[in-house]
């Protein structure tokens, strides 16, 4: 018998596939979406991702943990998924390596502005590739691990709490508010994306277990650590200077200071990169899975190998932050419609699925 993922473990790989570079612009970005006391609107946009979450836990019932691809070829003949399968391999393998760009090139922007982006894009891509080949089980016990590596960052904000000042916060709500409120809810609503994932997991679940406990903890705790954060960002700036500040989180943490540190922030954003490796691992093992549907005769080594590849060339010009969060943008919009499209595709062939099972049954 295959081991299981254990939901605990399932939970930290949804946070840890949600909470990454997103973190650090999030304030200024509730501050300009949806203006004074913004970061009220984050649990709409929790609430929002909860009801996709139970859409996948309908899934989950339904196929009694059966994988999607073989609930789908049930029904629709593998020649009319395969632009679909195609579609989801480029889009979760882009999507893998543009959020490793973001977080190379802030990396640069605060502590290597002379250093070229590519030795640091590559190692990212060699520790993602051998995450990868070593199983979604495996995946799951060192996300853990990296997950208490870096938790311990959350309680620096407690520092900052002297200078934290209520009255930043006003008393109104939603005042000064954008105007552009659709382009800046997508760009929030992509900090919570991650857990459309956890489609490709229902096979790695043992049907016994209350697994989506897990998963609505991790979704929880993603809540969390981004109202803990905006609040300690909307006590400590005032609305004005969030605005202005283009990573409020990070420069945040220019304040605190330790007698054996000098730049505690120099020290942070690295600690990120285990947030980045689980983020781009998860995404290309689940390209790696559908492309396993494709080409199954291609050894997965080969595949994953040519997916990061091409993912890299096709966004070798991408190499500044506008054009970077462009792309993340067009990015989140499709994959927004993967979240939703997807669960609610495999549920109408579930259903479909029935439909003939009980005519045969008659």
Known sequence: ???????????????????????????????????????????????????????????????????????????????????????????????????????????????????????????????????????????????TLLFFFVIWIVFLGFWLIPVWDAINFTTFIFKGSSENLIEGSINLYSSFLGYELILLFLPYLDTKRKNFTGVFFGHSLTLLIYIYTCIMCFGFYSFGQLLETLYPTLVLFEFIEFNFIERIDALVFPFFLSNIIVTTTIYFWSALEVSSRVLPMIKTKWLLIFLMVVATLATLKVDIIRAIEAWIYKLTILEISVAFGLPLLVLLVLFVGKIKNKKGTI
Request: charged letters at 10%.
């Open 1 to 143: 018998m295959k081991e299981k993922i254990h939901p605990f473990h399932l939970g930290i790989i949804l946070y840890m596939n949600q909470v990454g570079i997103g973190l650090f612009t999030m304030p200024r970005l509730v501050a300009e979406t949806y203006g004074t006391n913004g970061w009220i609107a984050l649990l709409g946009h929790y609430f929002i991702a909860a009801i996709n979450i139970l859409l996948i836990y309908l899934v989950f019932k339904w196929s009694k943990g059966q994988s999607i691809f073989e609930s789908l070829e049930k029904v629709i003949p593998k020649f009319l998924l395969f632009p679909i399968y195609l579609f989801l391999i480029a889009q979760w393998s882009f999507l893998g390596v543009i959020l490793a760009r973001y977080y190379v090139q802030i990396l640069q922007i605060n502590n290597f502005q002379t250093t070229n982006a590519y030795p640091f894009i590559i190692i990212i891509l060699i520790l993602t590739f051998l995450l990868v080949m070593k199983g979604i089980y495996n995946i799951s016990k060192v996300t």
